[in-house]
């Protein structure tokens, strides 16, 4: 906090597309999409003009025992992404399915049937939680226990930070939790179990393993099963832990680690808070001659994984408003179904539950994510992201620069030889991303690791500015940085 009071901030006054520009008139690159939020870019016309059509309505009106129509809209098109089966695309969909060898999400299992509006990514995943703890209670479980991975962010309200395990957000507030449990993540960069010396590659492609990150999930649940009786939920962030460093699984990880849940008869509960609306990218391409024609906007799809529980936020408004949802299944819908005297229902709610204008602005961003302009520049995004980062491999001071879809983490190293950390009072992750910010590119550290993760708009010029100006100020701050090799 001294730290933030004795230096003058950035004041934001306005963005269009990539960029922001602050109060001096200095503009910005918006190198992590305002924490991870926004898609199509700032002051996109699209979403502003649906906006202020559905503000001319009206802005809010209650969800407690009244509906509206852009909620009603949104709750349908949602549940059509999810399962890979919406109106626009559907027809299109089925014929390529047929025609492909390759499972589509559509005929995934469990469906998601129903959807439950919440406000941001913890109250959705609190939403899933008390879900899945009281549907585990009604299914005759005494106490209802939850697994989830080492370093996962779930968010910032008690249920959320309980399913976390970051200690340094979390130990504080130890004596408010309750008690889940921590698995091994897979981080491939650090893993005890990777035998590989480091490589100028992503470390998952170079990996030496037995997938005994996976075996101790297995025997997890194994053991849970003879000591208290079997685990209610898993609970994962799909394909790349966020908060914890963007931390990237193995291909093959989720599918594996789905089919053990399955198998102990758990719920999945899937945290799409980052990782939901296209952000890992538009998956394995169907064939050569129809790549992507069908995409999945979802994580578990990528492994043709369907969640029970699925929690949505960050980019659901493409960023422009607060706004979450958790889908879940009919299952969990009856189990929460009765006469008003049985009290059975779902005692949660939020006053802006249903925001009309968020609803407004989420429908506008859908219609986009499935035009072909919006395929194309996303898949462009990925490929120049790819190619610009492969620059930063000379760097003596990065020790692994991962990349899943649109999304990309360097990690900062001593010496990228041995792997060896910066401390973190060293702050080598906040001094880069203050002289990228010099420089005219924001973004925010999470420790060592730097986040890039830019709009859907962002240019392949833009990304080459991005990673070049990361690329100088690792070379500013760090001294290791020329002797690579
Ligand atoms: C950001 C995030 C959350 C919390 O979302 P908020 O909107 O900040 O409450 C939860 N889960 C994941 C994976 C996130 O990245």
Known sequence: MRDWLAREPIII????????????????????????????????????????????????????????????????????????????CGTRNAKLANASSIPRASRLTPHLTKVFFSDDGSTAMEVALKLAYEFARRQGQKRPRFLSLEGAYHGDTIGAVSLGHIDRFHKAYAGLLFKTDAVKAPYCYRCPFNRAKPQRADAREYRKCKWECVDAIEQKFAQQKRKRGPYSAMVIEPLIQGAAGMIPQPAGWLRRVAEIVRDHRAQL??????????????????SSETPHASPSLFACHHENVQPDFLALAKGMTAGYLPMAATLVTQAVFDAFLGEYSEFKTFFHGHSFTANQLGSAAALASLELLHTRSSLRARVQLEQSLRDQLQTLWPLGNVGDVRQVGLIAGVELVKNWKTRESFDLREQAGLRVCEAMARRGVLTRPIGNVIVVMPPYCTTAGQIEKIVSVLRQSIGDVLAESQDAR
């Open 269 to 286: 509960i899937a945290d799409e808070v980052l990782t939901g609306f296209g952000r890992t990218g538009l998956g394995p391409p169907l």
């Open 13 to 88: 006054t306005s963005g269009k597309g990539a960029l922001l520009r602050d109060v001096n008139g200095k503009e910005y690159l918006d190198a992590n999409s305002s924490i991870w939020t926004n898609l199509h870019g700032h002051g996109d016309p699209r979403i502003d003009a649906a906006i202020q059509r559905q503000l001319k309505k009206i802005a809010h009106s209650s969800a407690l025992g009244l509906a509206n129509e852009p909620a009603s809209l949104l709750a349908e098109k949602l549940i059509a992404a999810a399962n890979s089966d919406d109106a626009e």
